[in-house]
């Protein structure tokens, strides 16, 4: 009994010794870490990434079928999106090719659903600049590598017998791929940019496009109020300092009030308004 004693009394003071402070500080953590985990979770899958409109078909282009032609922009990767519902329509429809070069993909997968369903054709593509740096690529190798991205699309959209006939572009906050000759196209329907940071190659490319007329149907930029810290979105004060007050009417730049970076809660506001746009 006495040893039996000794071994309690012994264990009782080897538990003070534990250090209490520090496995607190790690349930704490761990803790922490589930609920954002939890947080991001639902953050991600608010919007399924698989379509709950039946009458979307979705096509994946073979990586062979892409055509390499050394060009410093390449496509990785093709997705075509159409509504079969609307196949009996033979009036040409209206192309979005998602040239969005950051990995948005919460904002490609409602873009994708919102405008197909509406009777887009929609191109969400991969792709890859051999260079990525925004000053090394000239302003003629953009439109170069542009206009390839736009021959190679058109051929895959006719294996598919799609009827479109003209497009839209999509670019992400980079705007690496924004490119003054193409914006003036025939077939250029319009320029979307989304959250456009105005940075060194923004405002050289955006001061040409300041000389230009009927910019206001072949340009929309749309911003959030908030980046993904809730921090206000700059962007659109510097923006609105780079265009003259007599040429403000000539531009068409929206901002979501209260709306973060994600779109997240303001989907339809945001489909409805490039829908709008294109209308107009």
Not at 79 to 101: D, G, H, W, Y
Not at 113 to 139: A, M, P, R, T, W
Not at 149 to 176: F, G, R
Not at 213 to 223: A, S, Y
Request: charged fraction near 30%.
């Amino acid at each position: 009994m006495n040893l039996i004693a000794k071994m309690i009394l012994i264990l009782h003071f080897e538990i003070f010794k534990i250090n209490w402070l520090l496995i607190d500080t790690l349930i704490i953590v761990l803790l922490l870490i589930f609920l954002f985990s939890v947080k991001i979770f639902k953050f991600i899958s608010r919007w399924r990434y698989s379509f709950s409109n039946k009458a979307l078909i979705k096509k994946i282009v073979k990586k062979s079928e892409l055509d390499d032609n050394g060009s410093s922009i390449l496509i990785r990767k093709m997705i075509i999106v159409r509504n079969k519902a609307l196949n009996f329509l033979e009036l040409p429809r209206i192309c979005a090719i998602n040239l969005m070069t950051k990995n948005e993909i919460r904002i490609k997968h409602f873009l994708t659903k919102g405008l197909s369903s509406y009777g887009f054709d929609v191109v969400n593509l991969k792709i890859n600049l051999q260079n990525d740096y925004d000053d090394e690529l000239s302003e003629d190798v953009r439109e170069e590598g542009i206009k390839k991205i736009i021959a190679t699309t058109k051929v895959h959209l006719q294996k598919m017998e799609c009827p479109s006939s003209s497009y839209m572009l999509i670019l992400d906050s980079t705007c690496k791929l924004l490119n003054f000759k193409i914006l003036f196209e025939k077939e250029n329907k319009a320029i979307l940019l989304i959250n456009p940071k105005i940075n060194r190659y923004f405002r050289k490319t955006f001061s040409r496009i300041l000389l230009s007329e009927n910019i206001k149907r072949k340009l929309l930029i749309i911003f959030t109020k908030k980046t993904y810290l809730l921090l206000n979105n700059k962007n659109p004060k510097k923006i609105s300092k780079l265009i003259p007050d007599d040429q403000k009417g000539k531009f068409n730049v929206k901002l979501l009030e209260n709306s973060r970076k994600s779109f997240k809660y303001y989907e339809t506001f945001f489909l409805g308004m490039i829908i709008d746009f294109l209308k107009s």
